[in-house]
């Protein structure tokens, strides 16, 4: 009996990780936005050609990103231990946290909502949206060296 208790305990454990894997979840989420900017940035440097309609893609691909943000779902409380660089803050100011992430998306609303005509203007809001993405980590991430 307590062997079957055991055996069931163990695929309901199982089960929950095959289902819901708050880590993974969001360094995927992150990742994808890693790509994303990773994209405008080489028109930034002149190393892809500036095409209006395809940055407005990548900066309207940016926007979905940011809005599948859910701290509740990705950031659970004890999801701070594993294969994570998630830091401690987070769970001690979730306010601030959701706050960094409400910047992001305002300003990358903000650039769809006035999709940059030429490399300069893109710059420009690059350089406000990827501040975003690091004054996040520099607070919320820990440093793995
Ligand atoms: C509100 C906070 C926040 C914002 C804003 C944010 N990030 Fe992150 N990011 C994190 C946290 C926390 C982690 C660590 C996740 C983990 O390891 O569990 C992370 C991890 C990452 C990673 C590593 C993922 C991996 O595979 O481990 C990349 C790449 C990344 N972020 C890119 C970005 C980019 C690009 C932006 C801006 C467009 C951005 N992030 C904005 C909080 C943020």
Same mark, same amino acid.
């Given at each position: 009996?307590?062997k079957?208790v055991l055996?069931?305990s163990m695929?309901a454990f199982?089960?929950?990780v095959?289902?819901a894997d708050p880590i993974?979840?969001?360094q995927a989420?992150m990742?994808e936005r890693?790509?994303l900017a990773?994209?405008l940035?080489?028109v930034?440097?002149? *190393?892809?050609d500036?095409?209006?309609? =395809?940055?407005?893609?990548? &900066?309207? /691909?940016?926007q979905?990103n %940011?809005e599948k943000?859910d701290?509740?779902?990705l950031?659970?409380?004890?999801s701070?231990?594993?294969?994570?660089?998630?830091?401690?803050?987070?769970? *001690?100011?979730k306010?601030g946290?959701n =706050?960094a992430?409400?910047k &992001?998306? /305002?300003?990358?609303?903000a %650039?769809?909502?006035s999709?940059?005509?030429?490399?300069?203007?893109?710059?420009a809001?690059?350089n406000?949206?990827g501040?975003?993405?690091?004054t996040?980590?520099?607070?919320?991430?820990?440093?793995k060296s």
């Amino acid at each position: 009996m307590r062997k079957l208790v055991l055996a069931i305990s163990m695929l309901a454990f199982a089960g929950s990780v095959a289902f819901a894997d708050p880590i993974k979840d969001r360094q995927a989420l992150m990742k994808e936005r890693g790509k994303l900017a990773g994209q405008l940035s080489k028109v930034v440097k002149g *190393e892809e050609d500036f095409d209006a309609a =395809a940055v407005l893609t990548t &900066l309207k /691909a940016l926007q979905a990103n %940011a809005e599948k943000w859910d701290a509740e779902k990705l950031f659970p409380a004890g999801s701070d231990k594993g294969d994570t660089t998630a830091a401690p803050k987070i769970w *001690e100011d979730k306010a601030g946290f959701n =706050a960094a992430e409400d910047k &992001l998306l /305002a300003d990358v609303k903000a %650039a769809v909502a006035s999709p940059p005509a030429d490399v300069d203007a893109l710059k420009a809001q690059l350089n406000t949206i990827g501040g975003d993405c690091g004054t996040c980590h520099q607070t919320y991430r820990i440093k793995k060296s």
